[in-house]
């Protein structure tokens, strides 16, 4: 176990695949989720990553060899002893073999030999290598005897191959690693009200006054606080994306539905974020009927102002915490600085929307924080990654 009470330590073995540059995130995931990290890496790994770097990152010395430490000759049972977890990420297909077949003949298979912590293993490797018969055969033996296998991702691979076999983003590697630990999640007790896609007010039964929002942004948001033990309310517009499992979801169309839905869930929450890109207006009498191009005024819509959302609940936040978003074009900070006291809540992530890789419907973004602190300004990461960080400013974690 940990040397230090309540800190779980993790053993984080690290094979030789392209996918081993990933493992540097994951042991900072790791590390930031509030755990003690130890990096055992194949010989194989050394290739791709140095045991440097991982030695920089975590403050303690990396195994690789069997006979490296001469003060330890059994450090393949000590290295086993003291891990709450051990995670392989990235797993290769040679390492999954091992494992499912006993074999012990270097340091990483030796451990997980005789390891009795929970194993979780985050497989990546070629398409053709993960779907392979032999493969998928030792990962149903390792899920018979109690290994976490982590689904790898699809998408395009290092060797040019579209398909199964990436490895997924460090944080939610970390997460199910301290997960199988047997953590609650630093979010634990928290219940977290989250408002995300966009609305459509309707101009009559067919035609609405929409946005470009995918709820993307907010999803990875309640994805990561769902993951992180909190109790998560989504409250969802009309958006191109599924709601995350185990979250419970709100589905509503318009902006008035949204303040409804969102009022009724800030009742029990502890911090509501509102990702959401909210109409600022609605047609003030919307048709009853398919309005006619031909006998009918098309043209002009009388417009009327929704109620803020965000400024509605920061207004009786009491001891809740209110985070609002500010999707920006230009100027992002200073008009962020403007919303963050027009608003009234404890902080804005701004974002900037006019980059390609920002903002409406991108996997990434690039934002700052802005609170009463001051401002930081964040690198362009995946949504996924931006969620936590916001979690993790949110709870000052
Ligand atoms: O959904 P994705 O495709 O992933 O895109 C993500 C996003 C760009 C929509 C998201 O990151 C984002 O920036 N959301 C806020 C969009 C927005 O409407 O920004 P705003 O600057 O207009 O509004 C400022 C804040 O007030 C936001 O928190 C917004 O939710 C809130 N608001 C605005 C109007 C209103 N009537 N009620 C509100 O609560």
Known sequence: MSETAGTPCVLLCVTGCIAAYKSCETARCLQRAGARVKVLMTEHATHFVGPTTFRALTHEKVAVGLFDDPEDPIHHISLAQEADVVLVAPATANILAKMAHGIADDLMSTTLLATKAPIVVAPAMNVGMWEADATQENVRTLQRRGVHVITPDSGYLACGDVGGGRLPDPWRVADLA??????????????VLITAGGTHEPIDPVRFIGNRSSGKMGAALARAASRQGANVTLVLGPASIEPPAGVRCVR???????????EEAFEDATIAICAAAVADYTPAK??????????????TVELTETVD??????????ERTVIGFAAETSNVVDYALAKLSRKGCDAIVANDVSREDSGFGT???????????????????????????????????
């Not at 301290?178 to 219940?191: K, S, V």
């Not at 919307?286 to 043209?299: F, G, I, Q, S, V």
Request: proline share 4%; aromatic share 4%.
């Open 178 to 191: 301290l997960m199988a630990a047997g953590e609650a999640g630093p979010l634990a007790g928290e219940h």
């Open 363 to 397: 996997d990434t973004n690039k934002a700052w924080w802005i609170d009463a602190d001051g401002t930081h300004e964040m690198p362009c990461m995946s949504k996924e990654g931006l969620a936590y960080e916001i979690l993790r400013r949110a709870t000052k974690s």
């Open 286 to 299: 919307p048709a009853d009927h398919k309005l006619k191009k031909t006998e009918e005024r098309l043209d």
């Open 309 to 318: 959302i965000l400024a509605a609940l920061s207004a009786r936040k009491g």
């Open 252 to 262: 509503v169309e318009t902006a008035a539905e949204m303040l409804a839905a969102s």
